[in-house]
Each structure stands twice: as structure tokens, then as C-alpha cells.
């Protein structure tokens, strides 16, 4: 499908493609059984400009489109999921809100150490107690002063051990749940705040997944993103964009699941030939490339509508609920091609079956995107 691409969005496919291979490759195995963060690899994206791909030159990003970073995201969950959420909850969840809601002032202040990777983001927006129905939150920011002072706690935040930058949403008026609620921007050296339990997860174990812990956080009045009360929208106008980067990291784990089982039904002979030659084999080989191709259209519109500046948000919710429902599918596919083989941690298989479930929870779970597109369909 590489004819939809720009000469532009091709090369850099090819560049990335081709660096993955060479470095988060050799890295993935280590990154998933040591819970490994791949620094050096975040360092050297960094460097190639992958951190603030879709972002203007101007603030120090290498100010290419949405399609290309979805294409990037996309090459390198191909070799590593880990590595491909590092870099979408940063970009996404981060960099975008900041760029889009940020004032100037904040915008120079903190977008070009993010977006050439000298600074990890990480973006809080879950508590125990508001998943799904994230406008429950119950942390506080109570304006004393000049200042913000912030309480609660908040769950599961990507790269919350290694970030330093966190876009972080609080109740500013409870009782007003989502109207209630407001966007901050909080450094983590700042007092009061602190990173509390790390989960141990089934997969993408490179990347950290924090406990942040409010003890009366005094954040400067100035870290409020966008306006009072107004978070809550700027949180949704977010996790849109971050659609896009987990339906990305989603297609590179169905592509590796797809890929893998291609070249193993190759290589295994049962009954004197390549298993290749079944065609249970084949027609499971079939579906996966047709789900893939499907899905990575419907991802590659989203990706495009949003750099056409059109409303995109139900087709974003559609790329990442088929993507990441391509990439179980693909993933179990491929585990079971590989039989018994493919159960052990000898293949990458386990690996990818591990890695592509989390795309069907986070960002808002199947049901929710569901939710999402039937509201859109039925209004
Ligand atoms: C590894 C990992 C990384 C994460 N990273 C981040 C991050 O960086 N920042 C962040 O803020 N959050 C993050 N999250 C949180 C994630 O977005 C939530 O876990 C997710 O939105 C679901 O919320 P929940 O876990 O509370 O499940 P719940 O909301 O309790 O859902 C439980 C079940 O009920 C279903 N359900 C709930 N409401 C409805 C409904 N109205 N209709 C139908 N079904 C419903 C759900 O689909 C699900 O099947 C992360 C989570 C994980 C596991």
C-alpha cells in the first residue's frame, strides 16, 4: 500500500525500517524479559527527529505529517511494541496537547527538549477509580495564590518512571466531573509529587507503567494547559491523536505475527513437506494479510484526515478498534502456526500475543471505542 504514501513518507519508511531491523531488533528480547527501557534507542529516535516527527521545526521537531508518524510508530512496534508506546505516549499524549493547547510561553519552554527527546513525556489521566469513565477523576488542584496545589493519585501512567514532563488532569470544580476538570503541566522534580507503584505487566514490559502520587504538588499557576475546567476536552482531543499511535504500534505487531508465520510455515516440515503447503495453513495466512491491509487503511485515513485538520475522532476510534483486534487475531494466528513451538520463548510468537492484547485496553478499551462509533453512527 506503499503507493498511497508521499516520495517523502516512503523514504522514511525506508529509513526506519531499516533502523529498527539494525538496532531495536537486536534489543527487543532484552527490552521484553529484562523490562528493559531501551534509553539509548529513545536517545538515538531522538536524534533522527522520531520523537517530535509531526511537529514544526520551529519548537524542534522535524515537522513532518500525522501519516508519517503513523508510519513511523507502525516500523518500529514491528520489532518492538515497547519501544513503539514509548515513543506514541510521549509524541501523542504529551507533545500534542502541549503544541495544541500550550501557550507560547509553554510551547518554548518545554517543547524542544520533547521533541528532540532530551526530555521524556508521560500523560495521567487514569485513577483507581476512573478508567473508562475517566471523568471521575479525583485528584484536586486548588488555586492558593498563584499557585496550583495539587492531591490524589493517579494509575498506570506510560513512561511515568523515566519522564520528566507529565500533562496531568485534575478536578478544578468537583462535583462537576468532566466540566469540572482541568489539564496541568507538572515537571517531576517539582515538590510534592512522586512516582509510586510500578506494575509488573503481561506484555510491552519496556515500558514503565507508574503510580504518580500528589502530596499537596505546588505547581505555578502558569502550568495550567488551556483554560480552567476545560481539561476534560483537551484530554479526548488527545487520546484522538493517540488512537492513531497504539492502531500504529497494533499494525507493526500484527505485521511481525504475520511475517514470522509466513517464513515458519516455510521452514517446518510435518508429513514431508513445508506446513505452507496446508491449506488450513494458507487460508489463516489469508486472513491475517486481508485483516492487516484493512485495518492499516482504515489507520492511514485517520492519520490523513488529521493532517487535513478534518474531525477525525470516530475514525480514529474505528483504526484503533480494528487494529487492535488485527493484532490478536494475527498474533494467536501465528502462535498457532508455529504449534508447540510457538508456546515457548524460543519464538517471538508469545511474545506477540503478550504485546498485542494491552492494544485492546488502553486509550480507551474495545468497548469504549465501540461506544465511541455507535454514538457518531446514531446521533
Ligand atoms: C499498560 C497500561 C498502560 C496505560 N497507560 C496509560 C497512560 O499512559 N495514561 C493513562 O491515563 N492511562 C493509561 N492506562 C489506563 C488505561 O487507559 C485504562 O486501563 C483503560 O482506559 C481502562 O480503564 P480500567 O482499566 O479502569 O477498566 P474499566 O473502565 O474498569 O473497564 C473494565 C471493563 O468494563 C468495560 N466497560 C467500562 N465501561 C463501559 C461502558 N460504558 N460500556 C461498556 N463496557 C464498559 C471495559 O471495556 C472493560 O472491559 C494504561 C493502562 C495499562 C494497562
Not at 477525525?312 to 488485527?326: F, I
Request: proline content about 2%; hydrophobic content about 40%.
Amino acid at each position: 500500500m506503499d503507493y498511497l504514501l508521499t516520495e517523502e513518507q516512503k523514504m522514511l519508511k525506508e529509513t526506519i525500517a531499516k533502523y529498527a531491523q539494525e538496532r531495536i531488533a537486536p534489543l527487543a528480547d532484552k527490552i521484553d524479559k529484562e523490562h528493559y527501557f531501551p534509553e539509548e534507542i529513545v536517545k538515538e529516535l531522538g536524534e533522527m527527529g522520531i520523537m517530535g516527527i509531526a511537529y514544526p521545526s520551529e519548537y524542534g521537531g522535524a515537522g513532518m505529517d500525522f501519516v508519517s508518524y503513523f508510519i513511523a510508530v507502525e516500523e518500529i512496534s514491528r520489532w518492538c511494541a515497547s519501544t513503539g508506546v514509548i515513543v506514541s505516549a510521549h509524541s501523542s499524549l504529551v507533545c500534542d496537547p502541549i503544541f495544541r493547547f500550550g501557550t507560547e510561553e509553554q510551547k518554548r519552554k518545554y517543547l524542544p527538549d520533547l521533541l528532540s527527546g532530551r526530555k521524556i513525556g508521560s500523560f495521567s489521566l487514569t485513577e483507581a477509580s476512573a478508567g473508562s469513565d475517566s471523568g471521575a477523576t479525583k485528584t484536586t488542584a486548588r488555586l492558593e495564590g498563584d499557585k496550583w496545589v495539587i492531591n490524589g493519585s493517579k494509575l498506570f501512567a506510560t513512561n511515568g518512571k523515566e519522564a520528566s514532563v507529565f500533562v496531568l488532569l485534575a478536578s478544578t470544580d468537583p462535583g462537576q466531573k468532566t466540566k469540572g476538570i482541568s489539564a496541568f503541566i507538572i515537571d517531576s522534580d517539582t515538590p510534592g509529587y512522586r512516582i509510586g507503584k510500578l506494575e509488573k505487566k503481561l506484555g510491552i514490559r519496556g515500558s514503565s507503567t507508574a503510580e504518580i502520587i500528589l502530596d499537596n504538588c505546588v505547581v505555578p499557576q502558569e502550568n495550567l494547559l488551556g483554560e480552567v475546567n476545560k481539561g476534560f476536552k483537551i484530554a479526548m482531543i488527545t487520546l484522538d491523536g493517540g488512537r492513531l499511535g497504539i492502531a500504529a504500534q497494533a499494525l507493526g505487531i500484527a505485521r511481525a505475527s504475520i511475517e514470522d508465520a509466513i517464513n515458519y510455515s516455510k521452514e517446518r516440515h510435518q508429513f514431508d513437506q513445508p506446513i505452507a503447503n496446508f491449506q488450513a495453513i494458507q487460508w489463516m495466512i489469508a486472513d491475517m494479510a486481508t485483516e492487516y491491509q484493512a485495518a492499516w487503511l482504515l489507520g492511514w485515513r485517520a492519520s490523513k484526515m488529521k493532517d487535513m485538520g478534518l474531525n477525525y475522532s470516530t475514525e480514529a476510534a474505528m483504526a484503533k478498534l480494528k487494529a487492535s483486534e488485527v493484532a490478536s487475531f494475527c498474533a494467536n494466528k501465528c502462535l498457532q502456526i508455529h504449534g508447540g513451538y510457538g508456546y515457548t520463548e524460543d519464538f517471538r510468537a508469545e511474545r506477540y500475543l503478550r504485546d498485542a492484547k494491552i492494544t485492546e485496553i488502553y486509550e480507551g478499551t474495545s468497548e469504549i471505542q465501540r461506544l465511541v462509533i455507535s454514538r457518531a453512527m446514531l446521533k
